[in-house]
């Protein structure tokens, strides 16, 4: 069919626009689906060395998400940290202690746990909501004074050395937006002070120097004294002399 030169170049268009579309839009999708979080709690704790803190890591979504499956990989310093002990939530009713899902290492600095449920009647799925929910917690304690990173791996994807929430959608989804990392200060326990300076108790003068001076001051009123009062018969001997 010959069209003219025109209507080729608007169809030419118009294809190349709705391509582009289709190619675009599962990555739009995708984008849109992210609104699950995974959050720390506290975020900034203070401790000292020897001391513990319970920091739980929750999970909620902007927009209610089913949820089938979630990972956490949490990295941390561990010349600062030690892990002491980990709890799991009752988010999933399935948390697998395996090499592969859990993993909670002093040496390399890092704490993996993964929950999934399969959405049968004794393991539904959970519901995220804006309300967070408790999916473990960790206890650290501190080891020496210092400060270590909470850093959550992510990639964005679910890789299998990062974090990651899925949804139950068939096949699902990956719904984990960019977690907030944060932060464990241990400190030396010592509060620094600036002593406030005294004075001396001899103002800096030495007693002898005291004596001296309270001495001298004493010998030279007494001489201004005894000129201003001289017997009036000196002052008529020194009269007629001059």
């Known amino acids: 069919m010959n069209l003219p030169r025109f209507h080729k170049v608007w169809i030419t268009a118009a294809c190349a626009i709705f391509s582009l579309?289709?190619?675009?839009?599962?990555?739009f999708a995708q984008s849109t689906q992210q609104t699950a979080a995974m959050t720390l709690n506290p975020q900034n704790p203070t401790i000292t060395p020897g001391q513990t803190v319970n920091v739980v890591v929750s999970l909620s979504s902007s927009t209610p998400k089913q949820?089938?499956?979630?990972?956490?990989?949490?990295?941390?310093?561990?010349?600062?940290?030690?892990?002491?002990?980990?709890?799991?939530?009752?988010?999933?009713?399935?948390?697998?202690?395996?090499?592969?899902?859990?993993a909670s290492d002093n040496t390399q600095g890092v704490i993996m746990v993964t929950g999934f449920s399969d959405g049968?009647?004794?393991?539904?799925?959970?519901?995220?909501?804006?309300?967070?929910?408790?999916?473990?917690?960790?206890?650290?304690?501190?080891?020496?004074?210092?400060?270590?990173?909470?850093?959550?791996?992510?990639?964005?994807?679910?890789?299998?050395?990062n974090s990651a929430i899925m949804d139950n959608n068939s096949p699902t989804q990956f719904i984990l937006v960019a977690p907030t990392n944060g932060e464990i200060t241990v400190s030396s326990g010592v509060t620094p002070t600036t002593p406030i300076p005294q004075p001396p108790d001899d103002l800096g003068v030495s007693p002898l120097m005291l004596l001296i001076t309270a001495g001298g001051g004493m010998?030279?009123?007494i001489g201004i004294y005894a000129f201003?009062?001289?017997p009036r018969s000196f002052q008529s001997r020194v009269l007629v002399r001059d």
């Open 21 to 27: 579309f289709f190619a675009i839009s599962p990555i």
């Open 67 to 102: 949820a089938s499956y979630a990972k956490a990989v949490l990295q941390f310093d561990p010349e600062i940290l030690e892990i002491t002990d980990v709890v799991a939530g009752s988010i999933f009713c399935t948390y697998p202690t395996d090499s592969a899902s859990y």
């Open 120 to 161: 049968t009647t004794d393991c539904a799925y959970p519901q995220l909501t804006a309300t967070q929910a408790t999916f473990f917690t960790v206890q650290f304690r501190g080891r020496k004074a210092g400060a270590s990173d909470l850093q959550f791996r992510y990639s964005g994807t679910n890789d299998v050395q």
């Open 219 to 221: 010998i030279l009123a």
């Open 228 to 230: 201003i009062h001289r």
